[in-house]
């Protein structure tokens, strides 16, 4: 008590005139008070959890599944307030929003996984919707880092003009006997549109498979032709490969101008949360396949598929732990702390910022205006000769509309 009235005290000999209006002052408190209150509220979540998840234990006189439950549990009580420490520092140093936001964004991938596989162990019935979630979230932080890449570049550089004299950046093996990417604005363009095919596709095939699941026609763990499950594993792969494909030719093209912000560890830990969820899912899916995984013969009832499902949500508990320390330390607040003097952002301004989607509505309705553009002036060319030489002309033409939307977004 005596020392938030200092507090208070000192917050009032920092105004001019001795007096404060109310949002300020709240503003500034909160602001300074954030990360102890959300602390505070967690241990009270965190003493009211575990004595309830022991008297569970006991009281089921400790099922395997459980068992299974209370680890993965301690993981995620684990997990949760090391995300929530970087989160709430980035908001108390909100000080370049655009960059941040993507950074926050990216931060939450740790606890969006973990507690939605946990929420997946223990609602077994529901984990088909609770891993689309999760899948269509990895999507969207895919799209964030890429997103975060280009922000830092154009507010330091002339990026299309830095491209233009720089020379094509090669096809990475295996694709190298190919052309090389276009230069200039062209490189920008089709990069991000390789992000946004699997930004766009992910949801599709997340709902295709929904769809099939409801009506019995999925074909889960099944290589068949007929198999909805086969083909948007197959979809989903090549749209996510792709996408990281162009991630890494961005980093090459600009890795000398990129290196203030140490992009590399940061596009390995979002490849690593990438990689693991996906090839390790895909592995049990096919121990399913060979039945080294079977149906439980214990009064639980769990099929094989469930049991598969239960494995990977477990791993990918266990694992977002450490992930969530890799992040705090790569995806770090200090960069961005100013040493100039200035009043704490308004906190509800910041989370605004985090939770505004305009801009994934603005970058997808430009990805896809310009791809009709372009596929209309294409028919225009094959129905009469082009009145430029240039490839390049036709190209900056081509996209003028997006170049326009881009600086506005």
């Known amino acids: 008590l005596l020392y938030t009235i200092k507090f208070e005290l000192k917050l009032m000999e920092s105004s001019q005139d001795g007096h404060m209006r109310w949002d ?47 680890v993965a549990g301690i ?29 926050i964004r ?23 919707y609770l891993t689309a979630i999760r899948e269509c979230y990895e999507s969207y932080v895919i799209y964030n880092f890429m997103m975060f890449l280009v922000t830092f570049m154009y507010e330091q550089y002339n990026v299309e003009q830095l491209l233009t004299y720089k020379p094509a950046q090669p096809q990475l093996f295996p694709f190298h006997k190919l052309p090389p990417w276009p230069k200039g604005k062209s490189f920008v363009i089709w990069t991000k549109r390789g992000v946004f095919v699997y930004v766009v596709s992910k949801p599709i095939t997340t709902i295709m498979t929904l769809i099939a699941e409801l009506t019995g026609n999925s074909g889960t763990n099944e290589f068949k032709i007929g198999s ?3 083909w948007t594993l197959l979809i989903d792969n090549i749209a996510q490969m792709w996408a990281l494909y162009c991630l890494v030719i961005f980093y090459q093209a600009l890795k000398h101008e990129l290196a203030p912000i140490k992009p590399l560890p940061k596009f390995l830990c979002v490849k690593a949360v990438v990689f693991f969820s996906f090839w390790q899912g895909l592995f049990l899916n096919t121990l399913v396949l060979l039945h080294f995984i079977k149906n439980s013969k214990e009064e639980d009832g769990y099929t094989a598929e469930e049991i598969a499902d239960s494995a990977q949500n477990l ?6 732990f ?10 770090s607040y200090k960069p ?20 505004d989607m305009r801009d994934v509505g603005t970058d997808i309705r430009t990805q896809v205006g310009m791809s009709m553009q372009s596929l209309s002036r294409r028919d225009r060319k ?19 509309t997006y170049h326009t939307t881009d600086n506005a977004t």
């Open 228 to 230: 909805v499950w086969m």
């Open 315 to 320: 791993l990918i508990c266990l694992e977002m």
């Open 382 to 400: 094959m129905e009469r000769k082009p009145l430029i030489s240039t490839s390049e002309h036709v190209e900056m033409e081509t996209f003028k």
């Open 322 to 331: 450490g992930f969530s320390i890799a992040h705090h330390i790569v995806f």
């Open 24 to 70: 300020e002052y709240a503003a500034q408190w909160l602001h300074q008070r954030l990360g102890y209150i959300l602390l505070i509220i967690y241990l009270l979540l965190l003493c009211i959890a575990i004595p309830l998840t022991t008297n569970e234990l006991v009281q089921r006189h400790a099922e395997k599944h459980i068992v299974v439950w209370f």
């Open 75 to 103: 993981f995620v009580y684990m997990t949760i307030p090391i995300t929530t420490s970087g989160v709430v520092q980035h908001l108390k140093n909100f000080s370049d929003p655009p960059q941040q936001r993507r950074l």
């Open 336 to 355: 961005y702390v100013s040493d100039i003097p200035r009043p704490p952002p308004q906190f509800l301004t910041s989370i605004s910022h985090i939770f």
């Open 106 to 128: 990216i931060l939450m991938m740790v606890p969006v996984y973990s507690f939605f596989s946990y929420l997946g162990m223990v609602l077994k019935s529901q984990t088909i």
